[in-house]
Nanobody
Framework: VQLQASGGGLVQPGGSLRLSCAVS??????IGWFRQAPGKEREGVLC????????FYRHSVKGRFTISRDNAKNTAYLQMNDLRPEDMAVYYCGASPTSQCNTYARPTTYWGQGTQVTVSS
C-alpha cells in the first residue's frame, strides 16, 4: 500500500491550496488528512468515508476546508481556503481499510509522506 501526498506550498494568509493523496494497493478504505506543526503533536483535520461522508476533527477548519475523493482515480483531496498562519504545518494523508471514519481522530493504518503547507505574507 502506498499513499502519495502532494500539493503543498507557500501561500499568503487568505489564500487557497488543494492537496492530493494518491492511493495504491487499497480498494476499500476511509482516508483522512492530518497535520503536524513544529513542536506539536500530529492532529486529525478531516476524514472521508468510502462512500464520501466527511467527518471533521478540527472545528477551526469548518467552512474553510473541504475533503473529497475520486474513487475512480483512487485519490483524495483537501481543498483549503482562507488559509491562516495557524494552519501552517506538514500535512499527511492516512488511510485505513474500513468504510467509516472514526468519530475521533485516531492513527491510521497507512500513511503517506508529508507535504509542507506554509502560510505567510
Amino acid at each position: 500500500v502506498q499513499l502519495q501526498a502532494s500539493g503543498g506550498g507557500l501561500v499568503q494568509p487568505g489564500g487557497s491550496l488543494r492537496l492530493s493523496c494518491a492511493v495504491s494497493g487499497l480498494d476499500y478504505y476511509s482516508i483522512g488528512w492530518f497535520r503536524q506543526a513544529p513542536g506539536k503533536e500530529r492532529e486529525g483535520v478531516l476524514c472521508i468515508s468510502s462512500t464520501g461522508r466527511a467527518t471533521f476533527y478540527r472545528h477551526s477548519v469548518k467552512g474553510r476546508f473541504t475533503i473529497s475523493r475520486d474513487n475512480a482515480k483512487n485519490t483524495a483531496y483537501l481543498q483549503m481556503n482562507d488559509l491562516r498562519p495557524e494552519d501552517m504545518a506538514v500535512y499527511y494523508c492516512g488511510a485505513s481499510p474500513t468504510s467509516q471514519c472514526n468519530t475521533y481522530a485516531r492513527p491510521t493504518t497507512y500513511w503517506g509522506q508529508g507535504t509542507q503547507v506554509t502560510v505567510s505574507s
